[in-house]
């Protein structure tokens, strides 16, 4: 995508990455081979080395398979949870195409319903919301106007911090020509980037978040796909830990992050149906979002106000709109958001940019990474009554994607308890065995994946200690955060 000239004053160069070995590692041999391939021949060997990458977990099914019916109880939970990986990251490592670099395989037959953006470089609109991040906003806003995308305005919205985060927005807006809201009232994410949405006038606006430093050209990575498909009415990047190398509990998410992203996401976008387009990075295009935001601000659930940032809600907005949009706007009549301009509801799709980098700081410390994961069952729990209530209408592949992921979450901390508490205490200690085996199975399959898009990175050995750590501690976050899910306050600290 051609760039157009540079009309910001170009600021200083961003201070390194904390640690050298942050970055994303280059493609390999393998990968530069498949690219040189007729795109019809690259598919079909994907798909024939992804099975014999896959062979050693499908004869375990073959193998357990006679047994599953004498069985069904000790070996089902299991079964079922290793046919899904083996599906997922089938689809994700023989159909996924970045849609950046390749026009993708599977589109509508609608194309014409989807309008294309004005040019190949349309405005965008770069929005942050922040509170009390005095020690990252620097650099967080320094990345977004390295974008190497130039026709772009940034828009900061302070929410009232009161940690010094004030004065190094005052400095930057000075120095780099950025636009800065200072809100007199704490409102919340949500309500912050609404009222930064209210002054911006991108054809596309993105969103990042305050502990992220983006990679130069991930924004133009993202728009290049929405420009190159304009069915697609949002795109995420791709977030890796900013911070993975300062301890053991970093690298377990940095690995993590990897896999939920590059496996979980790219399954999701073959399908045009990605359902979180995450905080780091998250692209949309103006009129697939625009007349929702009232909604979004506003959104209630169980009777009080939600007021998470939900990233996976605006992006329900986004896949449900051809079913739920109208509803939606009609509960603002009055809001400009709504009268400025209404927009058709299309059925638009989601794609995940594998090649837009940007590094997120991940909790360091238990208990923000608590906090974090109560916010992200919350977030799920809200979105399953909303996004559950249409999933089916998107096609039998995303349906089972997303039925299957939530299935999973849900029955977590029953099979937790079954295997870990009651299984031992009624002398079926194998049984407990056996669960904590298939584990760290799973982590391992997941660490493997991770080593072959990063070969010669150690890190994949932490993924099992994840799978571990999840199973055994953050599946019981589920009831918990049910039950506490009207509480809520927004913060960003990873420290």
Not at 106 to 127: I, M
Not at 340 to 358: C, F, H, L, N, T
Request: hydrophobic residues 45%; charged residues 20%.
């Amino acid at each position: 995508m051609a760039r157009t000239p540079a009309f910001r004053p170009a600021p200083p160069p961003l201070p390194p990455l904390r640690s050298a070995d942050a970055a994303f590692r280059p493609p390999g041999r393998l990968r530069r081979t498949l690219d040189r391939m007729h795109p019809s021949v690259r598919h079909a060997t994907r798909r024939v080395l992804t099975l014999l990458c896959l062979l050693p977990l499908l004869l375990i099914l073959a193998r357990e398979a006679p047994r599953l019916e004498q069985s069904p109880l000790v070996l089902g939970y299991g079964f079922t949870v290793l046919v899904g990986t083996i599906s997922m990251l089938f689809i994700a490592y023989s159909r996924y195409d970045d849609p950046s670099e390749r026009t993708l395989r599977k589109r509508p037959r609608d194309l014409d319903d989807f309008p294309p953006l004005s040019s190949a470089t349309p405005k965008v609109s770069f929005l942050l919301a922040v509170k009390d991040e005095v020690d990252v906003i620097e650099d967080c806003v320094r990345s977004m106007m390295l974008c190497d995308y130039q026709n772009l305005e940034v828009i900061v919205v302070d929410d009232q911090s009161d940690d010094g985060t004030v004065e190094v927005l005052r400095k930057l807006e000075a120095e780099l020509g950025i636009t800065v809201l200072y809100l007199e009232k704490n409102l919340g994410k949500k309500h912050a980037l609404v009222k930064a949405c209210e002054i911006a006038d991108g054809e596309v606006i993105a969103f990042s978040d305050s502990d992220c430093i983006l990679a130069p050209d991930a924004l133009a990575r993202c728009v290049e796909a929405l420009v190159a498909h304009p069915e697609l009415g949002a795109v995420s990047g791709h977030a890796r830990a900013l911070n993975a190398a300062d301890t053991m509990f970093t690298k377990m998410q940095d690995v993590w992050y990897e896999g939920q992203f590059r496996v979980a996401k790219a399954a999701e976008s073959t399908f045009g149906s990605v359902t979180c387009v995450s905080g780091p990075l998250a692209v949309f295009r103006r009129d697939a979002i625009y007349n929702y935001l009232p909604a979004w601000a506003g959104d209630r659930f169980m009777g009080a106000p939600f007021r998470f940032a939900t990233d996976r809600q605006l992006t329900g907005y986004v896949l449900g709109q051809k079913w739920r949009g109208k509803g939606l706007k009609a509960k603002y009549p009055d809001s400009p958001f709504v009268t400025a301009q209404d927009y058709p509801e299309r059925k638009w799709r989601i794609g995940y940019v594998q090649s837009a980098k940007v590094w997120t700081n991940v909790p360091a410390r238990f208990r923000p990474f608590m906090k974090q994961q109560i916010r992200w069952k919350k977030s799920f729990i809200r979105n399953l009554f909303f996004t559950g209530t249409f999933m089916w209408r998107r096609g039998l592949g995303p349906a089972l994607l997303y039925y299957g992921h939530a299935l999973w979450v849900v029955a977590a901390p029953i099979m937790a308890f079954r295997h870990i508490i009651w299984a031992p205490a009624n002398g079926a200690a194998f049984l407990t065995l056996l669960y904590l085996c298939g584990v760290v199975l799973k982590g391992c399959v997941w660490g493997l994946a991770f080593k072959i898009d990063n070969p010669g990175d150690p890190r994949w050995r932490y993924r099992p200690l994840m799978s571990l750590l999840s199973s055994l501690l953050l599946a019981w976050l589920l009831p918990y955060s049910f039950a506490t899910i009207r509480r809520g306050v927004w913060s960003r600290s990873a420290t």
